[in-house]
């Protein structure tokens, strides 16, 4: 009996997410109405697409148990090396004015040298991962100054633009036209994506094993350090995404572009069930975590709620989320308890087990 | 048992009676009954895992049991804090003493009830004094204005017990204290400890050295598998008996028909690593099941790790199946037909939180790819679904987190994973540590089962008895070196001569 409720509340807890979810959504749309309107939910997550693309870096970096804070640096970056080369000097480029498929290139070059760099100093000179990223965090924003200097690149050709700000396809409605974001619709496939890889390839799995317990995935004949350096650099690829993603949005790149997204970054990936401690959690969850986010900025800014109160409800967000997995994780010591209990002879009838 | 009833005329200072203790995964303490008297030295022994460790926490108040009861000096208690087990007279003396090193010997000895002058500064003179006072009531000489991180090992233990003394305690737990010591040393703790026994403290003394419980210790008891075993008079048994509790009797002895044939499978020649082991030569045959024994530190975990690849191998020649084995990493070592059942699986052998099913398939998930790099769940449901009804796993599905499983289920799991490789090696470190009698029976007849159809298999083990039951031969190792070896059914295949070995090995090495 008191089994089965414990994998009832498991199941919801596992699922609590998606019920957050709707539980948003039917909030703000019925306090407000323009929050309803079909333009505003097709843009929920195309405001936020960019930060969506972190959120998988993050997960897939969180999963293997590290983390990846250089994120936000790496999107701008990126973001910045692609407008410096796409701007005429007078918008504050180097004058190349190269074709928008070369900006993509140099972007991607630089997300996954990134990676690389990241990879090659916590797997090769076992460098500790949190430290690593975040010194990197500080050294690509400061690149991010040096190269601008300081200054904003701006007006991309509009085929840069595309995948940023551009429209997928147009449902005429009865006053002009709804349409639809490539951003949109491109984090979800990005999700959907990700959700293959690590769900379904040898890869993914081991990046389950390793973050769960290196020294096992190593007996199991898993190559630790090669999964570790993958994943940082799948984290670049990722940045260069977002950062695309970002200078397409605003048709520039700034110095401060991405600044301040790497908490919510990681908030998005525990929110949405991707563990701290590595080894668990699902994409489609850390997707969950992401349009939650997504959804609490959007709904929060239309019911104008003052700024300093949308902080405040992020960070007891973030809060809940942590404990909740840390309650994921006792619950699972405790179930573990109790089968060893019951099938010993001292029974269950010890209701005041301590956890050890 | 029977020695209590002769000494059932003094009253014991301790009684714990029928302590059970369960941690998730594994039952700790089984009905633990103990009892120690006044001024006698209780020596407390039994293998790693055995569950000394956890009945000494639940003493002194860290580790709170699922039952039972502790009675300190008539007082009796079902759970206790450890304020309330210093207050009942239980001292804790661990095997590196834990002191403020920085002060010295009469600051120690006297931190928190420091005398002061009139004008609120400690009076050192009269703290110095004191402390020397107090010392020389136990007779212990030591200079008191010494720092304690300037004074040896041993005095740091007599001083950590004479200070456990001053906050009156009667009952002290000694934790591997020899285990730095050099022989003079020993003899100045033992004969400290002994003055304490004759002034009535008790002692409860937690030793691997064996001779040692037999220079010190009244009575022993004997733990294995979270039970007791046995507590004797020391001065009525010897080391092989004491042993031979210690690794088991009783237990339904398991035996196997021999599957060994003539064909040479794996072939060591002058595997030597310096230090750990040296000239291993071996051949061993398509269903031969080889077991390799000793004391810790003879070199046999070593062998097995460095075969697998998680150690340096050293230099010697390898050949399974007539072909070079060069395996660097355990990867290279599975494709090559070698799998490895480490000691410890929560730490080794499995991963936790994820599911049976991914635990089974992690070296095999290769062969299962199709197309577009991802995996053939059907088929990779298919095989986890054969090795749970085989190995008859008891999980209530393959998606259930291995961690949830019960030990000898979690070691069938890790089993499950290395038949998945398909080897013709299978080296196994203390396959049965962990798992209740009925998992080791199934464990033994999946290690027949794999025999049968030809693996040739090396267990690393000390568990003399169960060796004897599965092996077609026993080599017995001593520093490094292989230096018996005993047949399946030969005369002198028993547990007492295959002990000497063990034990004989130690003598002549000192």
Known sequence: MKFKSTRFVSMILDNLIWLLVAFALIIFSSLSPSFRAPYNLVNILNRTAALGMLVIGQAFAMMSGNFDLSSESGLGLTAMVAGLFLASVTNGGLGFEVSPIVAILLMVVVGLTIGLINGFLITRLRMNNLIVTIAMLMILRGLVYIISPGATASFFPDSFNWLGAGALFKIPQTKGFLAIPVPTVFIILAFIIAHIITRYTQFGRNIFAVGSNPVAAKDAGIDTDRIIRNVYLISGFCMAVAGLLAAGRLDSATPRTGEGLIFPVQAAAVVGGVSLFGGRGTMIGAFGGFALWSILDAGLSILKVSPFWIEASRGLLLLFAVALDAFKVKGMHRQALEETLSTSHIGRKDTNIVID | ?510
């Open chain 2, 1 to 510: 048992m029977t020695t209590q009833e002769t000494n059932s005329t003094q009253i014991p200072i301790l009684v714990m009676k029928d302590v059970s203790k369960a941690f998730p995964g594994v039952q700790a303490l089984r009905r633990v009954t103990l009892s120690v008297l006044p001024g006698e030295i209780h020596g407390l022994v039994g293998k790693n895992g055995a569950g000394k460790s956890t009945l000494m926490a639940v003493l002194m108040g860290i580790t709170e049991p699922n039952e039972g009861t502790i009675e300190i000096n008539g007082k009796v208690f079902s759970t206790m804090t450890s304020k309330e087990a210093i207050e009942a007279g239980i001292a804790y003396v661990p095997q590196h003493v834990a002191m403020m090193d920085s002060l010295t010997v009469a600051e120690n000895i006297l931190a928190g009830e420091l005398p002061k002058n009139k004008l609120g500064f400690i009076n050192w003179n009269k703290v110095n004094g004191e402390a020397e006072e107090r010392l020389k009531r136990l007779n212990l000489k030591i200079d008191v204005t010494k720092k304690v991180e300037g004074l040896g090992v041993a005095e740091q233990t007599m001083l950590a017990i004479s200070k456990a003394l001053f906050g009156n305690a009667k009952l002290i737990i000694l934790d591997e204290p020899t285990a730095s010591l050099s022989r003079s040393d020993i003899n100045r703790l033992f004969n400290f400890v002994k003055s304490l026994k004759d002034k009535g403290v008790a002692f409860v003394y937690i030793s691997h050295h064996l001779e040692e419980v037999f220079e010190i210790c009244d009575r022993v008891t004997v733990m294995r598998d979270g039970r007791v075993v046995d507590t004797c008079e020391v001065k009525n048994i010897d080391v092989p008996q004491l042993i031979m509790m210690m690794v088991g009797e009783g237990v339904e002895d398991y035996t196997r028909d021999s599957t060994c044939t003539d064909e040479i499978v794996f072939v060591l020649n002058k595997l030597t690593r310096r230090g750990y082991y040296e000239d291993i030569s071996l051949q061993i045959k398509k269903g031969e099941v080889i077991g390799i024994t000793g004391l810790q530190g003879c070199g046999a975990e070593q062998l097995g790790k460095g075969l697998f690849g998680l150690e340096y191998r050293g230099i010697g020649e390898i050949k399974i199946n007539g072909k070079e084995f060069t395996a660097k990493k355990p990867i290279d070592s599975f494709n090559e037909g070698l799998a490895y059942l480490p000691q410890d699986r929560y730490r080794f052998g499995l991963v936790g939180v994820r599911p049976v099913r991914e635990n089974v398939t992690y070296p095999i998930l290769k062969r299962l790819i199709r197309m577009m790099n991802l995996i053939n769940r059907n088929e990779e449901k298919e095989i986890v679904d054969g090795y749970i009804k085989g190995l008859e796993i008891i999980t209530p599905s393959q998606d259930q987190p291995v961690r949830l499983l019960s030990g000898g289920n979690q070691q069938k799991v890790v089993f499950a994973k290395l038949a998945s490789t398909k080897p013709n090696v299978l080296i196994l470190h203390e396959p049965t540590q962990g798992v209740d009698v009925r998992a080791k029976m199934d464990i033994f007849r999946i290690i027949d089962e794999l025999a049968k159809q030809g693996v040739a298999t090396i267990v690393i083990s000390t568990e003399i008895r169960e060796l004897i039951g599965i092996c077609d031969r026993i080599l017995v190792m001593n520093n490094g070196r292989l230096t018996h070896e005993y047949k399946k059914g030969a005369k002198d295949t028993t547990p007492e001569n295959i002990l000497y070995a063990i034990e004989g090995g130690k003598k002549n090495h000192e």
